[in-house]
Nanobody, 125 residues
Framework: KLVESGGGSVQAGASLTLSCAAS????????LGWFRQAPGKEREFVAA????????YYSDSVKGRFTISRDASNHMVHLLMNGLQPEDTGVYYC????????????????????WGQGTQVTVSS
């Protein structure tokens, strides 16, 4: 089970930290990622981190503003979002990928096996 938290409504330029708590499965051996979906748009990749935390990937649209981190001891993954813009608005989902080809598929939502229910982030200008 993956449960997201930390969403909210903020002004442009503000920061938010999203958290995802993983439980019920050996997610410690899974890569974890964040995706987002804006109204009327397809779900898009945001960031991902390997099970060890040693490999991290970001979409070009958030690189330099967002930071993903993994807290293995507490079975959590966090997404620090700085410099939020209205285009960052959407529902943010945490997902787990247990595949061995993760480093080739980290940006594909179809490669993730488990999903959280999502948390809303709204950024106003």
């Amino acid at each position: 089970k993956l449960v997201e938290s930390g969403g909210g409504s903020v002004q442009a330029g503000a920061s938010l930290t999203l958290s995802c708590a993983a439980s019920g499965r050996p997610f410690d051996s899974f890569a974890l990622g964040w995706f987002r979906q804006a109204p009327g748009k397809e779900r898009e990749f945001v960031a991902a981190v390997s099970w060890s935390g040693g490999s991290i990937y970001y979409s070009d649209s958030v690189k330099g503003r967002f930071t993903i981190s993994r807290d293995a001891s507490n079975h959590m993954v966090h997404l620090l979002m700085n410099g939020l813009q209205p285009e960052d608005t959407g529902v943010y989902y945490c997902a787990a990928n247990g595949g061995t080809a993760w480093r080739r598929t980290y940006g594909l939502s179809s490669a993730y096996d488990y999903w959280g229910q999502g948390t809303q982030v709204t950024v106003s200008s």
